[in-house]
């Protein structure tokens, strides 16, 4: 057993209820005296009396560099010395975007569980293509986790949402730097989101339930950020920066066929997902779950359709990792995305890997 895994270091305060006093702590604890807060809803209960030289509401999905370059010069116009970011992916990538030009701290306070509060990657949107890198001033300094800030979260949300949280875990169990801490790490993320999100489904209110998703997200986000983008990431980022679909519907439709084709060459990471499942088969897991919580299954209600198929091709061929379990064709990209438009089966794929 050899290999090498490096964890960024970062702190993490949890608990229901507790945002305000947490993130007032942490403002204090960072002698911040000029805060520009990025969240497209006012949250007058989480902010409370901390300094806050600049409220900014100018959030996109997937990061336009336009809007990033806004963000950037308000921060510097303002003199901002410390990011606080409320809410879902696209406003924790915006405060990412500023703190990759800027080196300015970053307080995360997460209201889905898109994960992207826990990982140095950022990612930017320039004519139709979404360029993603790793730098370690976009990793916030503090996440603050407090459920009862997703309470208000649609449940069809917080479906799609989580299962982007378990596409990370599974994506990190081949990612080019998976390792056995990264896989030990998702699989407990797969368990408490298997765990979570039906509880949800079943009662929005259900306190135990976000616990449980906030808690996963966590984890699925850390040996994401660890093992890096696996074929599944790779194809979502393409989708969402090409053709503007959404970030968390389109991981959730995707992930069941990047798991399909990807798991009989993977035996060992399919055995780990089956097991966090509970389940005989990892492919099975995930279908159970998706079909009791109701999963979005095609990608034609968002925009996206059978015509876009070989444009879309023609983008994430060349971005495959070459870590990948098993080789991928244009062919399998294309069969892949068909059936995810369309919202059929994921098809098996009984071919060998490389591994």
């Given at each position: 057993?050899?290999?090498?895994?490096?964890?960024?270091?970062?702190?993490?305060?949890?608990?229901?209820?507790?945002?305000?006093?947490?993130?007032a702590?942490?403002?204090?604890?960072l002698?911040a005296?000029?805060?520009m807060?990025?969240?497209?809803?006012?949250?007058?209960?989480v902010?409370?009396t901390?300094?806050?030289?600049?409220?900014h509401d100018?959030?996109?999905?997937?990061?336009?560099?336009?809007?990033a370059?806004?963000?950037?010069?308000?921060?510097?116009?303002?003199?901002?010395?410390?990011?606080?970011?409320?809410?879902?992916?696209?406003?924790?990538?915006?405060?990412?975007?500023v703190a990759?030009?800027?080196?300015?701290?970053?307080?995360?306070?997460?209201?889905?569980?898109a994960?992207?509060?826990?990982t140095?990657?950022?990612g930017?949107?320039?004519?139709?293509?979404?360029?993603?890198?790793?730098?370690?001033?976009v990793?916030?300094?503090?996440?603050?986790?407090?459920?009862?800030?997703?309470?208000?979260?649609?449940?069809?949300?917080?479906?799609?949402?989580?299962?982007?949280?378990?596409?990370?875990?599974?994506?990190?169990?081949?990612?080019?730097?998976?390792?056995?801490?990264n896989?030990?790490?998702a699989?407990?993320?797969?368990?408490?989101?298997?765990?979570?999100?039906?509880?949800?489904?079943?009662?929005?209110?259900?306190?135990?339930?976000?616990?449980e998703?906030?808690l996963?997200?966590?984890?699925?986000?850390?040996?994401?950020?660890?093992?890096?983008?696996?074929?599944?990431?790779?194809?979502?980022?393409?989708?969402?920066?090409a053709?503007?679909?959404?970030h968390?519907?389109?991981?959730?439709?995707?992930?069941?066929?990047?798991?399909?084709?990807n798991?009989?060459?993977?035996p060992?990471?399919a055995?780990?997902?089956?097991a966090?499942?509970?389940?005989?088969?990892?492919?099975?897991?995930?279908a159970?779950l998706?079909?009791r919580?109701?999963?979005?299954?095609?990608?034609?209600?968002?925009g996206f359709?059978?015509?876009?198929?070989?444009?879309?091709?023609?983008?994430?061929?060349p971005?495959?990792?070459?870590s990948?379990p098993?080789?991928?064709?244009?062919?399998?990209?294309?069969?892949?995305?068909?059936?995810?438009?369309?919202?059929?089966?994921?098809?098996?794929h009984?071919q060998?890997?490389?591994?």
């Amino acid at each position: 057993m050899i290999f090498t895994h490096d964890t960024p270091a970062q702190r993490v305060l949890f608990g229901h209820g507790r945002a305000g006093e947490h993130l007032a702590d942490e403002v204090t604890r960072l002698g911040a005296t000029r805060v520009m807060v990025i969240a497209t809803h006012p949250h007058p209960d989480v902010i409370g009396t901390i300094p806050v030289a600049l409220h900014h509401d100018d959030v996109a999905p997937h990061v336009p560099v336009d809007v990033a370059d806004r963000a950037r010069q308000a921060a510097r116009h303002h003199d901002i010395d410390l990011l606080v970011c409320i809410g879902g992916g696209s406003t924790t990538g915006l405060a990412k975007a500023v703190a990759l030009t800027s080196g300015i701290p970053i307080v995360a306070v997460p209201t889905t569980y898109a994960g992207s509060e826990a990982t140095d990657v950022w990612g930017l949107t320039e004519a139709g293509r979404k360029t993603t890198g790793v730098d370690r001033r976009v990793l916030p300094t503090t996440v603050v986790y407090d459920s009862a800030l997703t309470v208000g979260l649609p449940v069809e949300l917080s479906v799609a949402s989580g299962l982007n949280a378990l596409a990370h875990c599974v994506d990190s169990l081949w990612g080019p730097r998976a390792d056995p801490i990264n896989a030990s790490t998702a699989a407990a993320g797969i368990r408490a989101l298997n765990a979570g999100l039906p509880a949800v489904v079943e009662d929005a209110t259900d306190r135990a339930g976000r616990d449980e998703m906030l808690l996963g997200a966590y984890l699925s986000a850390v040996a994401f950020a660890s093992a890096g983008s696996g074929l599944h990431h790779k194809i979502c980022h393409v989708l969402g920066g090409a053709y503007d679909l959404p970030h968390a519907q389109t991981h959730a439709v995707i992930l069941p066929h990047v798991l399909a084709f990807n798991a009989p060459a993977a035996p060992d990471a399919a055995r780990t997902i089956a097991a966090a499942f509970g389940t005989d088969s990892a492919e099975d897991g995930l279908a159970r779950l998706r079909k009791r919580v109701d999963a979005p299954t095609a990608l034609s209600p968002y925009g996206f359709d059978v015509s876009m198929i070989p444009d879309a091709v023609a983008r994430i061929l060349p971005v495959v990792p070459e870590s990948n379990p098993r080789p991928v064709t244009e062919s399998d990209l294309t069969t892949i995305l068909t059936a995810a438009c369309t919202g059929d089966a994921p098809m098996t794929h009984p071919q060998e890997g490389r591994r």
